[in-house]
């Protein structure tokens, strides 16, 4: 009974082992064949990585190279634009003196006009000039009428000259009456015998002491008239030579 009994704890025993064993086989084949397969996935992974790592240094290899290019290329715009800078700086400095030489072009081309105005304008009055003084070369006529239209006409070419010679004018023909009363009570010989001229002396020289006051303000006008010209005339070509020589 005793060897019955032992028997079958053996069996029993020798039993369980075997399907722990078959068990433990079993779950070892599991575990082995999940290790195969992540081993796998790891290395499957591992490619992937190295290959993305691969693309990435590719990559980077390419954009440290566009890197470079664009330094190069700004580098070179920064030169460009350097260069531009002189040139323009270059050019609004001849620019500058241009726009001086323009405006010094300027002033001395309106200093010209102005010039050339000026020896027209007086070129004007020495003709005047010319005008009046072949005019009053003549000698003034010596009856009244005569030589109020000679100073009348006088008057309108010396006023051309200058104005101020106008007056001079004025002040002639303000003595002229009373010169011309005078010189109508000249006392003309009744011949030429000796006679008649010693009966005229008398005559001719109570004429010469009995003149009105001022009759010879007429000969001295004509006179400061005559002299007043010749210093206008000189002014007029003193004008011209200082603008020429300006």
């Not at 072009?105 to 009046?132: F, M, W």
């Not at 010679?165 to 009570?185: E, P, T």
């Amino acid at each position: 009974m005793k060897i019955l009994l032992a028997a079958s704890v053996a069996t029993s025993l020798f039993i369980g082992i075997a399907i722990a064993a078959v068990y433990y086989l079993s779950v070892l084949q599991t575990t082995e064949a999940t290790y195969q397969s992540l081993v796998e996935n790891l290395r499957a992974e591992n490619i992937r990585l190295q290959n993305l790592l691969t693309d990435a240094t590719n990559e980077a290899s390419r954009l440290q190279s566009d890197l470079r290019n664009l330094q190069s290329l700004l580098e070179k715009a920064e030169q460009r634009a350097r260069q531009f800078s002189e040139r323009a700086e270059l050019l609004d400095k001849q620019v500058g003196d241009l726009s001086s030489q323009l405006n010094s072009a300027r002033k001395e081309l309106e200093d010209l006009r102005s010039k050339v105005n000026q020896v027209r304008d007086i070129l004007t009055l020495l003709e005047n000039d010319r005008v009046l003084l072949s005019w009053i070369r003549a000698e003034p006529p010596l009856d009244r009428e005569s030589a109020r239209r000679f100073w009348n006409e006088t008057r309108a070419l010396a006023e051309r000259s200058d104005p101020s010679l106008a007056l001079s004018v004025d002040k002639i023909l303000a003595n002229l009456d009373l010169y011309f009363d005078w010189l109508d009570k000249f006392p003309r010989p009744t011949g030429t015998s000796r006679e008649e001229l010693v009966a005229w002396c008398p005559l001719y020289i109570d004429w010469i002491l009995t003149a009105p006051p001022g009759v010879d303000e007429y000969i001295n006008a004509i006179t400061q008239f005559q002299q007043e010209v010749f210093l206008v005339i000189i002014g007029h070509i003193d004008s011209l030579l200082s603008i020429l020589e300006g």
